[in-house]
């Protein structure tokens, strides 16, 4: 699509990877306190330069998820570049060997075979996300770094809005179906793009080396936990404003509303 509008999707590497890892309850039973972990309804996040390890219980608390974020070290440069590569958990281990006990007892029970690292990539905003009757949903258009735990929910969020501009349609003509999905593209691209930066600001905030700005966002850390999480916290997963407005709304209802009043405003011609 983007070849025929002649526009170029600008990708820029990360220099950031992350490890993927899931453990089953029998897998932490050994330790009460990693068990604990897994029960808890807590997403843990453990900080420092450049790295960070995100942990929290799914699938009704029978496996605890772990996410990480790393420089990148250990894949093959251009042009034999993938999004994936395949570790020795060792090299994992020692990537992480200055964390806590409790994120190294976690890692040492990763299985001794090899563990999926993927590459992070940053994709630019695409200039328009629909051409003719042709929309892009999902990853397609607003791929994002992964500190939100966004894209997936982004995507679905995507189809919903599809689904109420599509069913407001006065006929299928190609003419009212582009309508249509300029409605959508109006509707979802402002929101996603913001969601994508911040997750990437998110990051850089999390990810700060020694200094000035570090100590800052160290203090506002702590005034996050004397005022007992009621103030802005660094984490922008984490903080209640962005909670709210990233879970707090309904989708398809405001989109409903927003969406008769843009097909009404686009129609006849424009
Ligand atoms: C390891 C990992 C962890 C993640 N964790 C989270 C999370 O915790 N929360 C969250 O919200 N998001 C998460 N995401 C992101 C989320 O998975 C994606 O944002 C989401 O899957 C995007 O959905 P999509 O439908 O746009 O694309 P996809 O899920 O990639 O679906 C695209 C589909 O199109 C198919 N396809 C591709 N080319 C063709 C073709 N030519 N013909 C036919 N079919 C084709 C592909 O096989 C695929 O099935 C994670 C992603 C990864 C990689």
């Not at 996603?192 to 800052?216: P, Y």
């Not at 005034?223 to 990233?246: H, I, L, N, S």
Request: with cysteine; net charge negative; proline share 4%.
């Amino acid at each position: 699509m983007l070849k025929s509008l002649n526009f170029t999707a600008s990708i820029t590497d990360s220099q950031e990877a992350a490890y993927r890892i899931m453990l089953t309850r029998s897998q932490l039973s050994s330790d009460l306190s990693l068990l604990a972990l897994l029960d808890a309804e807590v997403v843990t996040r453990w900080i420092a330069e450049r790295r960070h390890i995100i942990t929290y219980p799914v699938t009704n608390h029978t496996i605890y998820n772990i996410s990480t974020n790393q420089p990148v070290v250990n894949f093959a440069s251009a042009p034999s570049e993938t999004y994936t590569t395949k570790e020795p958990e060792i090299v994992m281990l020692e990537v992480f060997e200055d964390f806590c006990p409790t994120v190294l007892k976690l890692l040492n029970l990763i299985p001794e075979e090899e563990v999926c690292e993927w590459k992070l990539r940053i994709h630019e905003p695409l200039s328009t996300w629909i051409n003719g009757s042709v929309a892009l949903v999902g990853d397609a258009c607003h791929t994002s770094l992964s500190h939100m735990s966004q894209g997936g929910a982004r995507s679905v969020e995507d189809g919903s809005v599809l689904g109420v501009v599509l069913a407001n349609l006065p006929d299928a003509s190609p003419d009212a179906i582009n309508k249509a999905l300029r409605v959508y593209e109006k509707i979802r691209k402002q929101r996603a793009e913001m969601l994508v930066e911040l997750a990437a600001a998110s990051a850089r905030n999390l990810h700060l080396g020694e200094g000035k700005a570090k100590e800052e966002r160290d203090r506002i850390f702590r005034e996050f936990r004397e005022k007992g999480g009621k103030a802005p916290v660094p984490d922008k997963w984490a903080d209640a404003e962005v909670q709210k407005m990233v879970y707090g709304i309904d989708c398809v209802k405001l989109h409903e509303s927003n969406s008769r009043i843009c097909i009404i405003l686009c129609a006849p011609n424009d």
